[in-house]
């Protein structure tokens, strides 16, 4: 079991930055292969960026690629999200996703691949 908790989101103009933190609980973060999704009102949640249980491969929607950085710190139990160079369409909830994983090569972009979800943070991009 891990629980997920997103923080850092909030109000910021077109073309600024924010991170975004998932904290996770338990001793076994590193067996877990993590990702970013984010959901608008009315619409599917999308799959966002992802990354491997040590960190060393990630994959990215190509709406964000260039645009938005995912990294973990395996010691503090967290993942992170750098989203700079923010649009307007940008604008959504994001959640963070845990899925335990035996393999240290995977990453996974399906909403059905993971199986912990936090309560997710709402960032609002201004134009």
């Known amino acids: 079991q891990v629980q997920l908790v997103e923080s850092g989101g909030g109000l910021v103009q077109a073309g600024g930055s924010l991170r975004l933190s998932c904290a996770a609980s338990?001793?076994?973060?590193?067996?877990?292969?993590m990702g970013w999704f984010r959901q608008v009102p009315g619409k599917e949640r999308e799959f966002v960026a992802a990354?491997?249980?040590?960190?060393?491969?990630?994959y990215y929607a190509d709406s964000v690629k260039g645009r938005f950085t995912i990294s973990r710190d395996n010691a503090k139990n967290t993942v992170y999200l750098q989203m700079n160079s923010l649009k307007p369409e940008d604008t959504a909830v994001y959640y963070c996703?845990?899925?335990?994983?035996?393999?240290?090569?995977?990453?996974?972009?399906?909403?059905?691949?993971?199986?912990?979800w936090g309560q997710g943070t709402q960032v609002t991009v201004s134009s």
């Open positions: 990354i491997t249980r040590s960190g060393g491969s990630t």
């Open positions: 996703a845990a899925r335990s994983t035996r393999s240290g090569g995977n990453y996974y972009t399906s909403i059905y691949e993971y199986n912990y």
């Open positions: 338990g001793r076994t973060f590193s067996s877990y292969a």
